[in-house]
C-alpha cells in the first residue's frame, strides 16, 4: 500500500494530544476494556462460550483442503496453508469461566514442546505431540487474585514463566516449567493425572507491582518489564505512571525490582533488546521499542537509574497504538498494530481492513512511518510475531494471518507485502465478510523449532496448528 508522504509530515507535525486519553476524559484503555466486555457479553448471549460440549476435542490431522479445515459446523474453519493438528476448548483445560486471553511456550531442555494458555482465571498448561501434534492437558495454575478479569499475559525468560493480570493484587506468578516434567514424565506418557498446582508451594509471587496489563520479557538482560495496569504500584496515576516497572529475575526464586520508568506514562506493551542496529550511537544498548497509545515510543534502559526517551513518533491512522515487532535482526524496520483505528473508522483503517504500520527505524531518533499493509479480511489486529520474514499475526474475529513481509526492504511502503496463509477461527462471521469485533483470537505463540503454532480463541479454546506456505521472498 503506497504512503502518501503529505501524511507523514501531518504525523510528525500534529500537535501531540493528551497521552492515552479519550474524548470523555477517561482513558483510553478503560474505553477499549468497555468496548471488549460488551462484545464479550452479547457473544456469550448467544451461546458461544459453549465451552467443550460445543467445541470438542480434536486430535487428529484435518488438512487443509478446499478452504476448509476441521470438522463441520461450528468446528469448521476456513484456511490457506495452514493444517490443523489438534483442539482443546478451555473446559477441556480446566476452566470455569471457558473463556481464553494470551498465550506462550516453552522447550524443555529435552526438546518437549510445552504452550501456556491464558484464560480469565489463571493459566493451563498443554504439551504438543511431537508426532501428531495434538495436544494433552498437562495441568494448570488458577490466578492469584479473587478478582477474575479478561487479562492475563505471559512471557518466559529460561525455564520459568511469568504471568501477570489486570485483577487487583495479583502480581506477577513466577511458574518453574521443569514442574511439568514431572506430572507427565517421559517413561509415563499415558497414564497420568493431569495436576491443579498449588499458589502457596508450586510458584513464586512477586507482589510489589500489583495489577499488570501485559509482560514484556528481555531473557538477555534477565529482565522482565511488567506494564500497564489499572491498580497497585503501576497504575496510571502512580507515580511510575503504568511505564515499564522492571523486574530482575537473574535469581527467579528472589526476584527485585530496580524501579519504574515513568518517563513517557503509559506503556501498552513493548519489545526490548540488545540493539545492534545502524544508529551506532546506540548500539550494544538495551532498547526498548514502546507502544505507548499515541507513539511509538524508543527508549534506551541501559541505565536502570536514568533511563532516557530516545524519541517519540506519532503517525497518521492512531486511535491505539498497542504492540508491535521487529521485522528481522537488522533492526531497520517495524510493524505496529493499531488496535482502535479498525473499530473507530480511522483512516487509512477507515474501510475496516485489517491495518499494519511500517516504521523505518534506521535512527532511533527520528523513526518514519513509511507506509502501511492493509489485509484482504475486515478484522481488529491485536498481537504479531516476526520470524524470517514472515508475521504470524492475530487478528481477532479473522484469526490467524500469515504475510511475508521479508520485502520491506526494497519497499517500505509495504507495496510487496503479500498474505501467504490463515487459519480463521472465528467462523460466525464468514457469510458477512467478516466482523470488526473484539472476538476470535487474542494471541498465538509461533516460535516451536516442529513447526506447531498455537492459537488461543477467545471463545473456543486452543488450536494446534501448521503452516505449510512458501517460506518468505526476499529472507536469507
Known sequence: MKFNAILATAAISATTVTAGLGGNGQSKMEEIMELKTKDWAEARSKGLFGGSKLYKKLAAHQPCRNGKAGRKGQESYSCKNIDMHGFLSHEDLGSTNKTGNDIWGWTSKTGREFG????????AFVEINALTGSLDYIGRLDTSSTQIVAWRDIKVIGDHAYIGSEAQDHGVQIFNLNKLLEVKPWWNP????PKVFSLETDMVHFTEVGATHNIVAHPETNMIYAVGGRSGA????SPCAGGLFMIDVSNPNKPVSPGCIPQDGYVHDAQCVIYKGPTVKYRHREICFAYNEDTLTVMDVTNKKSPIVVSRTPYVGNAYSHQGWLVDDTMKYLLL??????????????DGRTTTYIFDISDL????????????????????????????????????RVVDVSGVHRDPTGGNFEETGF???????????????FLGTWSNYPYFKSGYILLNSIERGVFSLKYTGRKAKYSS
Open 116 to 123: 501456556i494458555v491464558g484464560q480469565w482465571d489463571g493459566v
Open 190 to 193: 499415558l497414564f497420568y493425572k
Open 337 to 350: 498494530d493499531d488496535e482502535l483505528d479498525e473499530r473507530d473508522g480511522v483512516f487509512p483503517a477507515n
Open 234 to 237: 503501576n497504575n496510571r496515576t
Open 423 to 437: 487459519f480463521d477461527c472465528y467462523p460466525e462471521d464468514d457469510e458477512s465478510g467478516g466482523e470488526v469485533a
Open 365 to 400: 531518533e527520528n523513526p518514519i512511518n513509511t507506509g502501511y499493509y492493509k489485509s484482504p479480511a475486515k478484522s481488529i489486529d491485536h498481537n504479531q510475531y516476526i520470524i524470517k520474514g514472515l508475521t504470524y499475526q492475530s487478528n481477532y474475529a479473522s484469526g490467524l
